[in-house]
């Protein structure tokens, strides 16, 4: 059951120590959501107040991420499964190294083999370049879809970076109707948000 296989990674990497993060940060952030959830979404890694509840996406990007899910018709224990792509807060919030996204990476692909996602929704530059290499650059390939194994990756901006730059949220409404379009086409037809309801989609 992914649910209980997802419990017990989820133990098996709390007492990780492959990086200097863990020395650091008060815990693991593993992620949470619907262990059966057919859509994933990919941040960077837990900032302050994540590191405090040990759960991701819980402070002011994380609110906006919520509206963002809510937009799409989907919502985080229901429909959607949320994790980063580093699991332990680097110092200072500051961007995490490519070596810790190499040590992290394992941790993510044993995530990803019991969600089985078909979706993959990589949010800002380090998700994007766990995935897709270091030279992506989510200004360039933002809206664009991958195709890595079974899964279909949408890179689109980071939430605490639309907090910043609220004039790119149209850029990121667009990616993510793409990704509604996607859902409906792949996963559930009947998907449905008043934000982009199906008529308009064609
Ligand atoms: N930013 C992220 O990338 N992940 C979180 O969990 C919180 C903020």
């Given at each position: 059951?992914?649910?209980?296989?997802?419990?017990?990674?989820?133990?098996?990497?709390?007492?990780?120590?492959?990086?200097?993060?863990?020395?650091?940060?008060?815990g693991?952030?593993?992620?949470?959501?619907?262990?059966?959830?057919?859509?994933?979404?990919?941040?960077e890694?837990?900032?302050?107040?994540?590191?405090r509840?040990l759960?991701?996406?819980?402070?002011?990007?994380?609110?906006?991420?919520d509206?963002?899910?809510?937009?799409?018709?989907?919502?985080r224990n229901?429909t959607?499964?949320?994790?980063?792509?580093?699991?332990?807060?680097p110092?200072?919030?500051?961007t995490?190294?490519?070596?810790?996204?190499?040590?992290?990476?394992?941790?993510?692909?044993?995530?990803?083999?019991?969600?089985?996602?078909?979706?993959?929704?990589?949010?800002?530059?380090?998700?994007?370049?766990?995935?897709?290499?270091?030279?992506?650059?989510?200004?360039?390939?933002?809206?664009?879809?991958?195709?890595?194994?079974?899964?279909?990756?949408?890179?689109t901006?980071?939430p605490?970076?639309?907090?910043?730059n609220?004039?790119?949220?149209?850029?990121?409404?667009n990616?993510?109707?793409q990704?509604?379009?996607?859902?409906?086409?792949?996963?559930?037809?009947?998907?449905?948000?008043?934000?982009?309801p199906k008529?308009?989609?064609?």
């Amino acid at each position: 059951m992914p649910t209980e296989d997802l419990q017990k990674l989820s133990e098996e990497v709390s007492s990780c120590h492959r990086c200097a993060l863990r020395n650091t940060a008060r815990g693991v952030v593993f992620g949470e959501g619907l262990a059966t959830s057919r859509i994933v979404f990919c941040g960077e890694g837990p900032g302050a107040e994540e590191d405090r509840q040990l759960r991701p996406f819980v402070g002011p990007a994380g609110q906006l991420l919520d509206k963002m899910l809510a937009a799409m018709g989907l919502d985080r224990n229901h429909t959607a499964y949320i994790l980063n792509a580093v699991k332990c807060r680097p110092p200072d919030n500051r961007t995490p190294f490519p070596e810790e996204l190499l040590q992290c990476r394992p941790h993510l692909d044993a995530q990803l083999r019991l969600l089985r996602p078909a979706i993959v929704v990589l949010l800002g530059a380090t998700a994007i370049q766990s995935f897709l290499g270091p030279e992506a650059r989510v200004t360039r390939i933002h809206g664009t879809w991958h195709r890595e194994q079974d899964m279909w990756l949408m890179p689109t901006y980071h939430p605490a970076a639309l907090l910043r730059n609220p004039q790119w949220k149209s850029f990121a409404w667009n990616d993510l109707k793409q990704v509604i379009d996607k859902y409906r086409e792949i996963v559930d037809p009947n998907h449905v948000t008043i934000h982009y309801p199906k008529s308009t989609t064609k």
